[in-house]
């Protein structure tokens, strides 16, 4: 079997019937040659020859009787009659001579034999006794008849050497007709076991080609469907016209991070578990195939208790996640799941599996670890997704990008002590300006993101070089998404920047927020340190939104809290008040300043000095503005502090600077 395996994958998927066709072509071939090689026997040598005895032997017959009738005439000479039979058995000679004539090989033609020349002296023996008349001549008769004696002789011998040619002849073709009957059944028995072999071959060749059809049908890894596996499965349902089924899209939460950190084996592990889960609660009724990546969909028939009745089972799932020991360590598995229902959300369950991505999606962007049901509202926002990824791509390949700066003011000193870079897209087609909030994001999930990070960080110093060639002592501060923190290189590329730009790396603050501090991973602590270590200042952004611990802000010690504008608008006054101060009293414990965002109003401003909190931005002082638009604004808001102070106290001096 091994041999047949190795054939057929030398001759491919159409071996088996190829060889088999071959092979009964050559062995038809083989049985007609050794049929034809038994047919070769020259048969007409010895009809020819058999003709040929069969003529001697009439002649043998009638010169024996012409000897006996000249015996006979010998002993009575004078009988009348005698002249009358002599020259009636010379005419049944001369006959039987013609007929030995006209043979093509014979005793008349033979060099070998005296028959012709004994013959015509026989005959011309004849003529002259039957022409002298009667009575015959007895010395004539006797002479005669020794003549008709000769041939008599020469005819018999003659004839027996043709006869032993002929018995020769016949032995030979018994022997060559039975070697080459011996050849036909070799022939045949050849045929049938290539025959055999042949329907072997073919067989095998087709149950491994189905074995290879069923095995790319499959996950190599967790032994459940694949993509291939799936979609055979769905065309069979949709041509039996199957009864409606919930199509799920599942999504392993934080397997990234798992696999960063504890490596692949344990990313394996975490696959294999999630599908024998899968499998185990799904995979009775319906089909579970592994979509690829971290990524699973199952497809099962709708039961009476609907969408519903599923949410509740993957939400128990979740109370109770099934969970994988890696190395010692015990990781839950928490998965995000989209739902969409075939053929009431889309008419094939392949359109379905992409109701549920979006829906999959929608849960993605709400932050994860929850199951949503398909809407056809998101298909919309999914597609309005899709469109910004591409057109983010032509983006930063074509220079749509661009930044704007927003003052960040120290109100009770009256200076601008930095402008925050924030980042914006003019859609080249639309020419609509896009907010970072659409986009950032997207770029963040297609890996787009690192590109983006590099070209604001790259602008941004840009810009703080002109300023401070135009004598403007100002930092730039630049927000780095989480993602730019795992690479290894960015604290060099950091200072690579400034180095060209001139600038020193307290003229650099990275604004990151707590989501940064929560990735488990190794390299974004070392690279949090090496820019800390440099001399680059490390900001919080949107403190107070997020969910980090004092175990984590003591770890970063951050040179700002930049305190999120939830606390100037949420909650009753008094109460905003006091955790305002329990925040400014934390970032005094860890050394670091604080700076309220997006101070709108002068109630807002005067909330937040009134705190004790006197670094602020907010559209109350500036919008975001071109990088040309901010020595312009500094100018301005120092002039305007100068002539504040000198009318106002402090507290109402800084009211009075944004009006
Ligand atoms: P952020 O870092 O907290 O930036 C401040 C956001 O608040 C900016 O929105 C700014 O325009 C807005 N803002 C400032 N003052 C006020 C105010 O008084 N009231 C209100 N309602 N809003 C105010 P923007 O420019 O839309 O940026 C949104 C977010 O996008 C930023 O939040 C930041 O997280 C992100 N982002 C912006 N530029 C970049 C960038 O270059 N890289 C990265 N990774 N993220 C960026
Ligand atoms: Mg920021
Ligand atoms: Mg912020």
New binding site residues.
């Given amino acids: 079997m091994r041999v047949l395996r190795r054939l057929r994958f030398v001759l491919g998927d159409r071996g088996g019937p190829l060889v088999g066709t071959l092979i009964l072509f050559a062995g038809v071939i083989a049985t007609l040659v050794a049929i034809w090689g038994a047919g070769s026997i020259k048969r007409g040598e010895i009809d020819l020859g058999q003709y040929m005895v069969r003529h001697l032997r009439y002649t043998y017959a009638e010169i024996v009787a012409l000897e006996g009738l000249l015996a006979t005439a010998a002993t009575t000479p004078g009988d009348p009659r005698a002249h009358a039979v002599v020259a009636d058995a010379a005419d049944r000679f001369y006959v039987r001579l013609d007929m030995l004539d006209s043979l093509s090989r014979g005793p008349m033609t033979d060099p070998g034999t005296v028959f012709a020349p004994l013959a015509r002296d026989l005959m011309a023996g004849l003529d002259a006794l039957v022409a002298a008349g009667a009575p015959l001549d007895a010395g004539r008769v006797a002479a005669t008849r020794d003549l008709a004696s000769a041939l008599v002789r020469e005819t018999n011998d003659y004839t027996r050497g043709i006869e032993t040619r002929i018995d020769e002849a016949l032995r030979r073709q018994i022997s060559e007709t039975n070697r080459a009957w011996v050849g036909v059944v070799g022939s045949v028995l050849m045929l049938l076991v290539l025959s055999i072999l042949s329907v072997g071959l073919f067989s095998r060749n087709r149950s491994i080609v189905s074995q290879l059809r069923t095995a790319s049908g499959r996950d190599s890894l967790t032994g459940t469907a694949n993509r291939r596996g799936f979609t055979e499965w769905a065309r069979r349902m949709e041509a039996q016209d199957a009864s409606p089924h919930a199509v799920l899209i599942l999504d392993l939460d934080r397997f990234k991070a798992v696999n960063d950190r504890l490596g692949h084996p344990a990313g394996d592990a975490m696959l294999e578990a999630a599908s024998s889960w899968l499998r185990r609660e799904f995979g009775e009724d319906g089909i579970v195939a592994r979509w690829g990546g971290d990524e699973f969909v199952v497809a099962v028939p709708l039961g009476r208790g609907g969408v519903a009745d599923l949410r509740a089972r993957l939400d128990a799932r979740r109370a109770r996640p099934v969970t994988v020991d890696v190395g010692g360590e015990i990781v839950p598995i928490a998965f995000s799941c989209g739902i969409a229902v075939w053929p009431a959300d889309a008419p094939t369950i392949e359109e379905a599996i992409t109701c549920a991505d979006a829906a999959l999606y929608a849960v993605k962007e709400s932050g994860r670890g929850a199951t949503m049901p398909f809407a056809p509202g998101l298909m919309t926002k999914r597609r309005r997704v899709e469109a910004l990824r591409d057109g983010l791509a032509r983006a930063l390949a074509e220079h749509e990008l661009f930044?704007?700066f927003?003052p960040q003011v120290d109100v009770l000193r009256g200076t601008v002590v930095a402008a925050?870079?924030?980042?914006?897209w003019r859609c080249g087609r639309t020419g609509r300006i896009v907010?970072?909030?659409e986009f950032?994001a997207i770029a963040e999930q297609s890996g787009q993101?690192a590109t983006?990070?590099r070209f604001?960080l790259e602008e941004a110093c840009r810009a703080a070089a002109r300023w401070r060639e135009a004598g403007l002592a100002l930092r730039v501060a630049?927000?780095?998404?989480p993602h730019g923190f795992r690479s290894a290189v960015l604290a060099r590329e950091v200072a690579e920047t400034l180095a060209r730009w001139g600038l020193a790396p307290e003229d650099l603050e990275i604004?990151i927020?707590e989501g940064v501090l929560l990735a488990e991973c190794e390299q974004v602590g070392a690279s949090l340190a090496a820019l800390s270590a440099m001399g680059v200042r490390l900001a919080l952004?949107?403190f107070g939104t997020g969910y980090s611990n004092i175990a984590y802000l003591v770890r970063l010690e951050p040179d700002l809290l930049?305190i999120?504008?939830s606390f100037l608008v949420e909650g009753d006054p008094d109460t905003r008040a006091s955790v305002l101060q329990g925040v400014l009293r934390l970032a005094e414990a860890l050394g670091a300043e604080t700076l309220v965002?997006?101070?709108?109003t002068p109630e807002q401003l005067r909330f937040a000095t009134g705190a004790g909190c006197s670094l602020v931005?907010?559209?109350?002082f500036a919008?975001?503005m071109a990088a040309e638009a901010i020595p312009g604004f500094c100018r301005d808001f120092a002039q305007r502090a100068r002539a504040a102070r000198t009318g106002a106290p402090a507290a109402g001096a800084a009211v009075a600077l944004a009006s």
Avoid: C, M, W
């Fill in positions: 930044l704007e927003q925050e870079a924030l980042v914006r907010p970072p909030g950032i993101i983006l990070d604001v630049v927000n780095f998404s604004e927020t952004d949107d930049k999120d504008r965002e997006g101070i709108e931005q907010g559209f109350h919008r975001p």
